[in-house]
């Protein structure tokens, strides 16, 4: 008999079954117990790796002392440059990568970041845009000014009535009177275009614009404080990936070149690995002794069912694939049932949290593969079931239903 009409006495067989709905309400909260673990972590891993690689100051190694610098020979330097690791290396004389500016005819008090957009370093930044002239600007479609903290996106600005218009950037520069012995500010203005917009979400950053990298290192020049004993000789490095990191400072290390580079503690994020894969094995495990014991009381409750399809002429094959084929119903039935009350979760989630700017970067990303696996291993199992004890049981309940 072909496998699809079997799959039709299976699926009618189902109808009649009582455990049938106690068994897929107890696989779909397995089901979802192991999204949820492993959900969280590749959420927490994705949006953890896209801060840190969209927040330059984080793939940024700096060599800050002078005899430092002095042990980064041309000869190390050119090693360093073909490493597919780093994507350039520059020396500057100020402190900042990047500078706060005012822009005063939005109507905005508070400040803004302007950061330097390094060709091949922000892909995600000036793709689609081109900073063709050194007064250029590339800023957030929405922009918040200064602190945005638990922002709602209605309070942004809509920069994109601002495109292809001219903008005055004002910096401030913390001065020294001498005459009076008091510090006060001069403000410099810089007039630049805005010739592009890009999705803040993308960095987690909604105050930083972007400009040609050597006219934000002028502007760092002309702004930096009085003070001039407080500018240092800086070599920086930039890093692709921040991942990559690592790979760069150990170059140094083994040369002993001493280094600042920003630090991310990550052992909470490798802690939560363990603990869903951890987790992910208790429940498989718990799952599937609750499998076995509902497979049993599967087959005694389809005891007459089974023996009327024997008495009916088929063979123990086609009970075997009946069988299966009413337990793999049941399966996928319990699997799409998670998945759409998971993505559900998901919308509803997303929906929420995109209210806030906090959050707008944060794409929940559902992890199907210990799902899939999980899935595999039921199959498995009962496969080893069906093929390996129906003969037995179906014996058994031959002589069973002639008994009764």
Known sequence: MKDLELFKISHKSNKGIGKKTIFIVVITIVLLLIFIPFTFYKTYKMAVNDILNSQYEFRIINIYD?????????ALRKELTTKKE???IFDRRQKRSSVQGYIYDLNKNDFMDINPAIEKFTPQIIEGNSLKDTNDIICPNNMAFGVFSDMNKNDLTNMSDYLGKNIIVTVPKLMYNNETGKTYYDYYKYKFKLVGLYDPSLLYSYSSCYINEDRLLSIAEETFPYNINEYEEITSIYISNYRDVKNVTNFLDQNGISYQVPYMELEFLDFTLILSLVSTIILTIISLFILNIYFKLFLKEKTPQIALYKALGYNKQEIQKIVFYSMLEMLLQSLIISFIILLTAKFILMAIL?????????????SFLPVIIYFIVCLVFIIINVYFDIAKKVKESVIETINN
């Open 86 to 88: 780093v994507i350039k």
């Open 66 to 74: 002078e005899n430092e610098i002095k042990k980064l020979s041309p």
């Open 354 to 366: 995109n209210q806030n700017i906090t959050y707008t970067g944060i794409n929940i990303r559902i």
